[in-house]
């Protein structure tokens, strides 16, 4: 999760969240679990007080065929500055539908192969093409 700076868990239920956030900064909420079902879903909901008051919920089904199974993720926020605000945090790629896209995509691959593909390269590589 590119965009998560920290998760600090309060108590069973209720976790402080911080999130990078457009031009550098950083957003901030406590939220709390509304409804759990061991296997099948994880919904919550910002306590009040959130710099972007959000809830949600992820739900888990078997895939048919035995094949893994299939996540769903469902976000609903208010960002600041309305429509304005989510057009920024589109085009810094803050936006929270873009960032869990982009992390249940790396899940995918962790949980697939053991590691995330990047393209990116390591000081290693770099040192040997250049050796």
């Known amino acids: 999760m590119d965009n998560l700076i920290s998760v ?3 108590d069973d239920l209720q976790s402080r969240w911080r999130v990078k956030a457009p031009a550098g900064k950083t957003v ?12 099948e879903l994880i919904a919550w909901g910002s306590l009040k007080g959130a710099d972007i008051p959000n809830s949600g919920r992820i739900d888990f089904r078997d895939a048919p065929g035995g094949r893994g199974t299939w996540v769903t993720a469902t976000i609903l926020y208010d960002p600041p500055a309305g429509v304005l ?3 920024v945090a589109k085009m810094f790629q803050r936006e929270p539908a873009i960032q869990a896209r982009r992390d249940l995509r790396r899940l995918k691959q962790l949980m697939e192969t053991g ?5 990116a ?8 093409e250049t050796a």
Not at 28 to 39: F, K, L, M, P, V
Not at 115 to 119: F, H, P, V, W
Not at 121 to 128: A, D, G
Request: charged share 40%; no cysteine; net charge negative.
């Open 8 to 10: 600090d868990r309060i």
């Open 28 to 39: 901030e909420w406590t939220s709390a679990i509304t409804e759990e079902r061991e296997g």
């Open 85 to 87: 605000g989510k057009i």
């Open 115 to 119: 590691e995330i593909a990047t393209a």
């Open 121 to 128: 390269r390591t000081r290693q590589q770099l040192e040997e």
